[in-house]
């Protein structure tokens, strides 16, 4: 009679912990110009229990808490950070490091000069010329202010001035990333309306003298200075 023994194998499977967590994180402002301020958001990490978040945002600032699973950043130095979020578990285990790049651009800087001078007569037209520099992008757009109200928009505008005043200037430049840089030049430009004035001379011009080679004159200007001066005086002294 044949037996059948039945060997009964009981295989015991014993509970391992694993580590499940995971950090992951959103970024609000991956790119922008100076300053940037960046807003991340780990609310997409996983992990047993309470979570800690463990934050390096590239910029020298570091941040541990259980609570600050969304945070935020300034950034004012131009360049390229690398944040950095490693979750930790009730238990104490650490997930493995989630890292995001977040660039900011440099800026562009606005200057600007007159082809024409600074000191003006009533009507003077002024020819603008663009010195800004670019930043980490071309720069597109330029927004000229001209201190009476009026704006223009290009790289070399021209302005009309035809009333007396001190003007501020104003430029306004901005690039291809969307980075802005402004300058204001205060009594950048002093337009004056012209005078008369009379010439006397110390010496009389009627001197005849047919043995002189020479004659020596002195000039002097009835100008009052107090009115809209100091001035600046340009003689001309054609010869016969």
Not at 128 to 157: C, E, H, K, V, Y
């Amino acid at each position: 009679m044949k037996r059948f023994v039945t060997i009964l194998i009981c295989l015991f499977i014993l509970p391992t912990q694993l580590t499940s967590q995971s950090a992951l994180f959103s970024v609000d402002e991956l790119s922008g110009c100076s300053p940037l301020i960046s807003s991340f958001d780990a609310s997409t990490s996983s992990g047993i229990g309470t979570l800690t978040y463990h934050w390096d945002f590239g910029n020298l600032n570091t941040t541990s808490n259980f609570d600050n699973k969304v945070s935020s950043a300034l950034y004012v130095v131009p360049g390229e950070y690398k944040v950095t979020l490693i979750v930790e578990d009730i238990n104490g285990n650490l997930s493995s490091p989630f890292t995001q790049k977040v660039i900011v651009f440099d800026n562009p800087t606005a200057n600007f000069n007159s082809l024409d001078g600074n000191q003006l007569c009533v009507p003077s037209t002024v020819n603008f010329n663009d010195l800004s520099t670019s930043g980490d992008a071309i720069i597109t757009d330029w927004t000229w202010g001209f201190g009476d109200g009026t704006i223009a928009n290009g790289q070399a505008p021209s302005k009309l001035y035809t009333l007396e005043d001190d003007y501020d200037v104003t430029l306004i430049v901005k690039d291809q990333n969307g980075c802005t840089g402004s300058t204001t030049k205060t009594d950048f430009l002093s337009v004056r309306e012209p005078f008369s004035f009379n010439i006397e001379t110390v010496a009389p011009l009627n001197i005849t003298n047919s043995c002189a080679d020479s004659i020596s004159v002195q000039f002097t200007t009835n100008v009052n200075q107090s009115e809209n001066g100091p001035y600046l005086y340009y003689w001309e002294f054609p010869h016969n």
